[in-house]
């Protein structure tokens, strides 16, 4: 199993925990070994590596996938899910799975949907607090085109480029900002850098467990049923564990006077009407999206 980021990060604790419970499961009769890191190449790497099975397994953004898969793209509809309990809700829900189920046509195995962290807005100068702040703004987003899509509309101007390349490019200059989770911001240590945080949480930052199909396939349907069970298994856990190590990366960039703002509640706004005509026309695009989103907008806030 390969994956791109390093060991801090949530994909990595999905990793060890889908590990774990396989084994503990098949009683030692499945054996992962995990190559953190990049070690087995980055994001689009692996993606291609499972696909063509030079790879056996990844946990991969989810991002990467909509070039094969248009409907993952439901997972990271901006604006869409508030909160990690209503992840947990949306990522074991059957609108999920009949996301995962369209990766069988992909020679592939798609086994569960985890996090890598609620997304937020990070400058090498202050917090921006309005969209005015953001205009102009060389902004790092994955490459996906609804990212870029969605980023333009609010001024900004997104650069796609590779998650391996974001430290560098940050450093130089060649970016202003980047759209990332709290959980990057530790693991790849981008507070060394950066300069300020503003907590608009436009979406969360998913993750797709995948098996090569022709390496499924070569199990036994118990071992195949240990895969499965393990995956649904580690779901819930994985997810809240991101929420707790979020509130302890905060306590840290406070601790290293990094300044973090909670947006207005105009700023707030500002950011649901820039979004909105990209939101409406991903959603009309593909049916599993439009159901996806139709379930995710009865959960109510954990907080209700």
């Known amino acids: 199993m390969g994956h791109p980021v390093f060991e801090a990060h949530p994909i990595h604790d999905t990793a060890v925990r889908f590990k774990e419970a396989v084994e503990r499961l098949s009683g030692g009769d ?3 070994q995990i190559f953190p890191a990049r070690q087995l190449g980055d994001v689009k790497d692996l993606m291609e590596g499972v696909q063509f099975g030079t790879v056996d397994m990844t946990v991969n953004s989810t991002s990467a996938y909509s070039t094969i898969v248009p409907s993952a793209d439901a997972f990271q509809i901006p604006g869409l899910i508030a909160d990690y309990e209503g992840f947990v809700t949306m990522a074991k829900s059957p609108e999920a ?8 046509a992909h020679n592939q195995v798609a086994l569960g949907v985890y996090d890598g962290g609620q997304r937020h807005f990070m400058t090498m100068t202050k917090p921006v607090e309005s969209l005015a702040d953001m205009k102009g703004l060389k902004t790092r987003v994955a490459p996906n085109k609804m990212f870029v899509d969605a980023w333009t509309a609010t001024g900004v101007n997104p650069t796609p480029m590779a998650y391996g390349e974001v430290y560098s490019a940050l450093e130089t200059g060649t970016l202003d900002a980047v759209e990332i989770n ?3 911001i530790e693991s790849e240590k981008y507070y060394e850098i950066g300069k300020g945080v503003t907590l608009t949480g436009q979406y969360f930052w998913p993750s797709f467990l995948i098996v090569n199909k022709a390496t499924f396939d070569s199990m036994t349907p118990e071992q195949q049923g240990f895969m499965r069970d393990a995956a649904d298994e580690i779901v819930e856990p994985q997810i809240m564990a991101v929420k707790e190590l979020d509130a302890k990366i905060l306590k840290h960039l406070e601790e290293l006077n990094i300044p973090v703002v909670t947006p207005s509640d105009a700023f707030k706004a500002e950011l649901v009407t820039a979004f909105k005509p990209v939101v409406d026309q991903y959603v009309a695009s593909d049916p599993l999206i439009s ?6 907008a009865t959960l109510k806030p954990a907080s209700q």
């Open 182 to 184: 709290l959980t990057s």
């Open 30 to 32: 499945i054996t992962i």
């Open 97 to 104: 799975q009949a996301i995962l189920d369209e990766f069988q």
């Open 291 to 296: 159901s996806f989103v139709a379930k995710a």
